[in-house]
Every structure is written in structure tokens, then in C-alpha cells.
């Protein structure tokens, strides 16, 4: 539904963002990642439209987003890393005008607004100031702004930073309740937000996207786009690493300190890393190899990169 | 439309919320209402000029206060993302926001009702100059407020709005000025983009539609170029 095709952003004299190419399905949630500066925010603000991309074209549904921007940023729903919210309004007299601006039928408006307070507990608060509410509560009153014409694409600039743990906790399951209706892109610095919200995730670095995979997908990137398997033979180093020997995909053998757990890596790899079949196939020669020569194998598993070290490998100019 | 009043309606909204709008009505209502009875009880006239006499220096300090606020407040809240991301195009943006300025100006104006229904009491109007006049001071103000949105969309501080807004409505009101002193040779041309000169035909009873004209296109020159910086952000 969301197409970005090789968007870049040139500002005066700085690097912005380069060649960005992704689609998104409807239904997933991207987890978008990166360092400070790496221009997240900058692609953000190019699919919805507050910015215009140098190159390339963001379309939406196949509305193109510097073509017809009306259709496309009515199937949009946006908050900002700031909430964007006029502190002197109410919480009704707000999203009242919010519905206004957005177009939705002025018969549906009244409907539209309590389900949305219902949705995000802001039911009580009506008349509050906005002024008056908590951090917490700003932000619920962001998320209802970007949801009250029910938008098909939610964009969330990181929407949990600065609050604290317990709002943390309330904003993401708000969030991954709005991930059932909405196809969602979200930023953020917390990995585990990633691992626990996000079906996808992308890591942008210096303006550029290194990283699109599935989460689930995620783990089996390993070392430098090698394979690692960990294992405890039930023998002599020595023994264990004749045998090893033997499977030409080997190259390299760690032995972790004095014990009998050992990591291998296999030389057999791609540039971006390896799918799961790949690591099986290593797995099985490992088993079959111990198996022919008698030697039991306690333990055999693949090693699988955290989303952490995956970040700061990719991140910090590796890789 | 729907989201051109919004705009509008939220402005107005805002007008009423901000401690700087009351001290814009403030000065408006105690300076010309010091300025007509100061006036009316010394000559001891019923003359309607002197209700307008003072209405251009003033408008030079309240548009500021009043403008300033409009399109830096909403670039330093981050609420312009807010904007520029819902189906509100910057034409309907902008002209909501200006159709504020429009409607306030038009209530203060309104205010100022008061002046000749006093006056009125100790003799006859001169109508046709009373109406013209009231046409050309909303007319001034119109362009006065123009300016100040199109200042106020060049940076994020309301402060440097509002002294830039002041700084160039100063200059255009004392471009006839500076051709009657200095400049001698450009004394016509300068006259011709003087604000104040403007207003002398209305001002003895004359609808002149040149000067109509002048003021319209002067005011959305200014809208217009407004739009265009906020349009260049987005391009950066």
C-alpha cells in the first residue's frame, strides 16, 4: 500500500536521505531504526507529505504523494516526535477541530471522536486543558489526532520517548491494539520495542536503509554474514576437532574457555546474511559427521545474532 | 472551505486565549479613545476626520502584537507538521489564517463605531467621508495585517516577527516622507507604494478604485508570498 521508489533528500548542506526504496503491506508493523540523525524523521516527514523528496515518489494506494497530496494524506495518520497539540484547546474542542480539518463528515464527527477517546482512555478528560495533562496523556491525545479519520497508514515518530515505563508499556499496547486495524511505521531507539511490537524492521544508517527483514528473519543474520553453530561434543577437542575437519564448509573453530562448548563458523555465506535453510543444512552435516564417528553431541544450536548487535554491527560502519 | 474556516476558527480561538491580543485591543481602545476626546473636547467640532487622524500610528503597533503570532508559533510548536500533513493545502492554510487577522480587525474597527455615535449627538455627519474613511482605514489594516503573516512566516520567534513586522509597516508608512525630504527626484514613484498616501482620496468622501485596487493586490501580494516561503520549506 505505502511505495517509497528511490527517494532521496538533498538539504543545503547536509546529506539527508539516500536512494530509500521499500514497500510496505497492509496489516504490517515496521519497526524503523537507526541512530540519531540517520534520517528517520527526514523519511517520515517525506511520506506524509511535509516534506518534498529531491528524487524519487512516494505513493500511496497509487495516489502519488507530490501529484495528489489530498488523497494521499487523508489515508495518512502522522505523530510527530513532538505531539502536535495547541495547549490551550480542550481535549474535545481539539479533536473536534482535528475532525474538521481532516475532512471527515460532520455527521460522522461526534461518533468518531468518542470512539476514539474510548479507544485510547481518554474518556473523563473532555474538558480538560491539554495544558494541564501529563506527558502520557499528550501523547494518547497525539495518537488520537492521527487516528480520528481513521487512516489506513499510521506514522508514529518515536512514540514512546520520554515517558515513563509504565506509560511506555500503556502507549505500546495502544499501539499494537492500532496495529490490528492500521499498517503502522514506527520509530524508535528501543530495540526491544522493535522485537516486541514490529513485524518488519528497517535500520537506516547516514541516510540509507541497511537493513529489511522480517523480525522472526532477523536472528538468523550472523556474523559478518556467516553461519555460527554452537556445540558440546561429547569428547576429546582434539577428537571433535578432527571430525569437524572433515565438513569442508568449516573454517574457523572457537572453543570456549575450558569447556567442551565450541563455536564454528562456516565460510559458506552471502553477502547479507543467510536464511534459514542454509544454517539447517550446517547443522545436519555437523550431526551426521559426529554420528558416523560414534560421538554424542549435547548440544547444537545456531547462533543467532541479537537485534542489538545487529544494530551496532550495522551501524557503526561495519559490515 | 470546511478546512479554511477551521483554520480560521481555531486562529480566532487563539486570539482570545493570548495575553498579547488583549494588549493589542488595549492600546487600540485606550489610545484612540484618549485621542478622539482629547481631540473632541478641545476644538469642540463634530468633524469625522478626527476619529482617523490616529488610526494608522496605532494600527502600526497592534498589527505587530496582533500578527506576529500567527505562522512562528505553530513553526516552533512543530503544529505546522500538523498542518502541512492534513488535506489542508497552504493556499487554505495561509487564507485561514489571514481571514482571522480580517475578522479581528474588522471587530476592532467595528469598536470604533462608538466615536461617531457620539459625535453624532452634537450635530450632522459628513456620511460619504465617515463610510470612505471607514473603508480605508479596514483596507490599511487589511494590508498591515498581510505584511505582519508574511513576517511572521519567516522565523520561529514571535519576537523577531513582530519587530520585523514593525520595522518594514514603519518603512512603508514613511516612504511618502522620505520622498518629500530626501529623495525629491523618486517623490511620485515613492507616493505611489506610500500606505498612508493611499488614504487621502477615501478620506474626503471618494470611493477611488485604483486605491482599492492598490490595497487588495498589496494585501495578497503578501499572502501570496507568505504561502511561497512556507511552499520553499518544504523544498528547502
Known amino acids: ?319 | 472551505m470546511r478546512r479554511l474556516w477551521a483554520i480560521c476558527r481555531k486562529e480566532l480561538q487563539m486570539y482570545f486565549f493570548s495575553p498579547v491580543s488583549y494588549v493589542a485591543f488595549a492600546i487600540y481602545f485606550v489610545i484612540e479613545g484618549y485621542m478622539f476626546s482629547n481631540q473632541f473636547t478641545t476644538m469642540q467640532i463634530v468633524d469625522v476626520r478626527i476619529i482617523f487622524s490616529n488610526m494608522s500610528m496605532i494600527f502600526l503597533f497592534i498589527v505587530p502584537l496582533l500578527t506576529m503570532r500567527l505562522i512562528s508559533d505553530e513553526l516552533r510548536h512543530g503544529t505546522d507538521e500538523l498542518l502541512m500533513t492534513s488535506p489542508a493545502n497552504l493556499a487554505e492554510i495561509v487564507f485561514g489564517k489571514y481571514l482571522s487577522s480580517i475578522i479581528v480587525l474588522f471587530a476592532l474597527i467595528g469598536g470604533s463605531l462608538m466615536y461617531p455615535a457620539i459625535l453624532g449627538r452634537f450635530g450632522d455627519l459628513d456620511m460619504p467621508v465617515l463610510w470612505m474613511s471607514y473603508v480605508s482605514v479596514f483596507l490599511l489594516g487589511a494590508s498591515m495585517m498581510a505584511v505582519g503573516l508574511f513576517a511572521s512566516s519567516l522565523t520561529i520567534h514571535q519576537m523577531v516577527a513582530g519587530i520585523v513586522s514593525f520595522a518594514s509597516l514603519l518603512l512603508l508608512s514613511m516612504i511618502g516622507m522620505l520622498g518629500n525630504s530626501m529623495l525629491t527626484d523618486w517623490k511620485d514613484t515613492l507616493g505611489l507604494f506610500s500606505l498612508i498616501e493611499r488614504l487621502g482620496k477615501f478620506q474626503v468622501g471618494v470611493l477611488s478604485i485604483p486605491d482599492l485596487l492598490f490595497y487588495v493586490s498589496f494585501s495578497l501580494l503578501f499572502v501570496v508570498l507568505t504561502i511561497l516561503v512556507l511552499e520553499r520549506k518544504r523544498l528547502r
Open chain 1, 1 to 319: 500500500m505505502l511505495e517509497v521508489r528511490n527517494v532521496s533528500k538533498v538539504f543545503e548542506n547536509q546529506r539527508g536521505v539516500q536512494h530509500m526504496d521499500f514497500t510496505m503491506q497492509r496489516g504490517e508493523i515496521v519497526g524503523f531504526l537507526g541512530p540519531n540523525g540517520a534520517g528517520k524523521t527526514t523519511t517520515m516527514r517525506m511520506i506524509t507529505g511535509y516534506l518534498l523528496p529531491t528524487k524519487g515518489i512516494i505513493s500511496l494506494d497509487g495516489h502519488i504523494m507530490a501529484e495528489h497530496p489530498r488523497e494521499a494524506k487523508r489515508k495518512i495518520g502522522y505523530l510527530p516526535e513532538t505531539p502536535p497539540l495547541y495547549m490551550e484547546m480542550t481535549v474535545h474542542s481539539y479533536l473536534k477541530w482535528i475532525a474538521d480539518l481532516r475532512d471527515i463528515p460532520i455527521r460522522e464527527t461526534k461518533k468518531r471522536i468518542s470512539d476514539v477517546m474510548d479507544r485510547l482512555g481518554l474518556i473523563g478528560r473532555e474538558n480538560q486543558i491539554i495544558r494541564s495533562l501529563s506527558k502520557g496523556y499528550k501523547q494518547r491525545i497525539g495518537l488520537a489526532q492521527a487516528i480520528v479519520h481513521n487512516p489506513d497508514l499510521l506514522i508514529l515518530d518515536e512514540p514512546t520517548s520520554g515517558l515513563d515505563p509504565k506509560q511506555i508499556t500503556e502507549i505500546r499496547d495502544l499501539i499494537r491494539e492500532l496495529g490490528e486495524r492500521h499498517t503502522v511505521l514506527l520509530s524508535t531507539h528501543i530495540l526491544q520495542e522493535v522485537n516486541s511490537l514490529c513485524t518488519r524492521v528497517m535500520i537506516v544508517n547516514q541516510g540509507r536503509l541497511v537493513l529489511d527483514e522480517n523480525t522472526d528473519q532477523i536472528g538468523h543474520r550472523m556474523n559478518g554474514g556467516n553461519v555460527q553453530v554452537e556445540l558440546v561434543p561429547n569428547c576429546e577437542r582434539t577428537k571433535a576437532e578432527e571430525i569437524l575437519n572433515g565438513i569442508e564448509d568449516i573454517s574457523k573453530i572457537v572453543w570456549d574457555g575450558e569447556s567442551n562448548r565450541c563455536t564454528v563458523t562456516s565460510s559458506k555465506s552471502n553477502e547479507n546474511g543467510i536464511n534459514l535453510n542454509q544454517s539447517n543444512s550446517l547443522n545436519e552435516q555437523i550431526f551426521f559427521a559426529f554420528a558416523k564417528a560414534d560421538v554424542a553431541v549435547h548440544e547444537l544450536k545456531t547462533r543467532l545474532m541479537s537485534l542489538e548487535e545487529i544494530f551496532l554491527k550495522l551501524t557503526s560502519g561495519g559490515m
